[in-house]
């Protein structure tokens, strides 16, 4: 793997390191009073092309993915300046490492799952976090149930304006 350079594009990052792209995309999705981090996320996505978009989502959540190509979906048109103001702050973050490793249960679950199977990861799951019996990764009900942030309806606004709200 070649390591990032600072005379490479974002486009060029994104296509040799996608993983670092998802990484920063679930900090900012994750950083608290952040509005328009979902709207970053869907003018990355559009902008960097569908087999780079794809590689990139290929390292985010499921929950992560739905939200926002829910938003690229809304997105009729992304603007020059647009394009240029996020791909400076992704490619920013990228080379002075400020965007975050995040675990949590989901997470957590997924490692498992490719560790040890779905039904084995589940029964870990079961006997060291009995709480996560409740959440709704595990309760078949899928994420948009537990969390107003992927409600069936809501528009991109109403979701920034859950998760600007602390909701």
Same mark, same amino acid.
């Given at each position: 793997?070649?390591? *990032? $350079?600072?005379?490479?594009?974002?486009?060029?990052? /994104?296509?040799?390191?996608?993983?670092?792209?998802?990484?920063?995309?679930?900090?900012? =999705?994750?950083?608290? @009073?952040?509005?328009?981090?979902?709207?970053?996320?869907? *003018?990355?996505?559009?902008? =960097?092309?569908?087999?780079? /978009? $794809? @590689?990139?989502?290929?390292?985010? =959540?499921? #929950?992560? *993915?739905?939200? *926002?190509?829910?938003?690229? $979906?809304?997105?009729?048109?992304?603007?020059?300046?647009?394009?240029? #103001?996020?791909?400076?702050?992704?490619?920013?973050?990228? =080379?002075? @490492?400020?965007?975050? $490793?995040?675990?949590?249960?989901?997470?957590?679950?997924?490692?498992?799952?490719?560790?040890?199977?779905?039904?084995?990861?589940? /029964?870990?799951?079961?006997? #060291?976090?009995?709480?996560?019996?409740?959440?709704?990764?595990?309760? @078949?009900?899928?994420?948009? #149930?537990?969390?107003?942030?992927?409600?069936?309806?809501?528009?991109?606004?109403?979701?920034?304006?859950?998760?600007?709200?602390?909701?």
């Amino acid at each position: 793997m070649t390591p *990032i $350079a600072e005379d490479q594009t974002l486009a060029e990052i /994104a296509r040799h390191h996608p993983e670092s792209v998802a990484k920063v995309i679930r900090a900012r =999705l994750n950083e608290e @009073g952040v509005e328009g981090a979902v709207g970053e996320a869907s *003018i990355l996505m559009i902008t =960097l092309g569908r087999e780079t /978009a $794809a @590689g990139i989502m290929k390292f985010l =959540l499921d #929950s992560e *993915i739905e939200v *926002i190509a829910r938003a690229m $979906a809304e997105r009729q048109v992304v603007t020059p300046t647009e394009r240029d #103001s996020v791909h400076h702050e992704t490619k920013a973050r990228i =080379l002075a @490492g400020t965007h975050l $490793a995040y675990g949590g249960l989901d997470y957590t679950s997924e490692v498992l799952e490719i560790a040890m199977g779905p039904r084995k990861a589940r /029964a870990m799951i079961d006997r #060291s976090i009995p709480e996560a019996s409740r959440h709704p990764a595990f309760d @078949g009900s899928g994420p948009e #149930s537990g969390c107003p942030v992927y409600q069936q309806g809501a528009s991109t606004d109403d979701r920034l304006d859950l998760v600007a709200a602390g909701s």
